[in-house]
């Protein structure tokens, strides 16, 4: 079975973070481990706290992990500090995994920073050139890149911009914008609309986690990078349309709808072969 690590926070509410990203890569079809950076204290409507986790360990469950097992993709969400980017970032560089997706997290829905404001420079000097893709949310492109993105136009010059800061493939999301949630994902040379539909809801909570992780088991599986990307999309669209109502803010994406559908579809069908 293929592999994919995620390197993140831990959401105790269950809905981004570490949580997310296990529940999508299994509902993927990979096999999930996790080095854990930070643990926030957060449910859907808020981040309460958050404790960084010691670099050394950090440094242990990296090392642990590829001494042992083939990682055939990283996916990396919250890494807080400009300490705890170094450590990532010399543990990558030391195994080398062949695909790294980086979600560039910075902010909460509720507005909790998640990377301190000083590691941004941090980030984009050492973790943008490790990435394979950088998937930002529209207001991560304005803080990366320090202008505002306000149309199409805006975004295919944001993409062009952050493949010279050293990233190889950018997915710019576009559910930050008005109207339909297109995203545009830059190889290096040609720019592709995935196009999205927006559909109304509040429970939004987690959705660039699941994504991201979603493109890296695709990844590991073997598809190229624009088949992964749009296997992502779907499956993200997927888990909004059937998002949770769990909690008082804004619930989490579903993982488990397309797995259910497929069980229910085998189910049918195995009647009909013992007919
Ligand atoms: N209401 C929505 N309906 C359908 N797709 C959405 C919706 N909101 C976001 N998306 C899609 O979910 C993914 C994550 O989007 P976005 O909100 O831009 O990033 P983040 O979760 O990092 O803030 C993108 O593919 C985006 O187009
Ligand atoms: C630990 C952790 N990591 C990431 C996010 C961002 O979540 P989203 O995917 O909704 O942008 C979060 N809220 N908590």
Redesign the pocket.
Known sequence: MKTALTIAGSDSGGGAGIQADLKSFSANGVFGMSVITAITAQNTQEVRSVQDIDVNIIRDQIEAVFDDITVDAVKIGMLSSADTIKTVTQGLQKYAPSHIVL?PVMVSKGGHHLLRQEAVTSLIDHMLPLATIITP??PEAEVILGYPISNKKDMEKACMDMTKLGARSVLL????MEGE???LYYDGTNFHWIS??????KN?HG??CT?SSAIAANLARGFDMLEAVKRG?SY??MA?EHSLDIGNGHGPTNHFYDLYRKAKMYQEAEKTWSN
């Open positions: 979600d949310n529209i999301k576009g559910g930050h949630p297109d995203d999205g539909t927006r559909i109304e809801t939004t959705t660039g994504l999309k993200i669209h909004i």
